[in-house]
């Protein structure tokens, strides 16, 4: 059973620092897209970053450019989001998400299966 597990989440000050891990199960992150979103209350589901099936290249969307990391350990099933210099417009549920598309998107329909979210939230 292909299952995503999100932890990391928590309440920090502007400019903090949190790691969000994603932990995979039922399937390896060899040529599987990952993608990382949010959603703010209110407001649509964003893509905020993600890895390549292909290649495992990386993207950002603007907002986090420069900021945020996406990386994956396969020894350890995990793709992780290191997220520096956060703001409060970063507050939001953070999911991760895979799919069997080719390549990568920000788009939430290229995805199959997702994480239940954890919770992010920064103060100024």
């Known amino acids: 059973q292909v299952q995503l597990v999100e932890s990391g989440g928590g309440l920090v000050h502007s400019g903090g620092s949190l790691r969000l891990s994603c932990a995979v199960s039922g399937f390896t992150l060899d040529n599987h897209a990952i993608g990382w979103f949010r959603q703010a209350p209110g407001k649509e589901r964003e893509g905020v970053s993600c890895?390549?099936?292909?290649?495992?290249?990386?993207y950002y969307a603007d907002s986090v450019k420069d900021r945020f990391t996406i990386y994956k350990d396969n020894t350890r099933n995990t793709v992780y989001l290191q997220m520096n210099n956060l703001k409060p417009e970063d507050t939001a549920n953070y999911y991760c998400a895979t799919g069997w598309g080719v390549g990568a998107s920000f788009l939430a329909a290229f995805y199959d299966v997702w994480g239940q979210g954890t919770q992010v939230t920064v103060s100024s």
């Open positions: 890895i390549s099936s292909t290649d495992a290249s990386t």
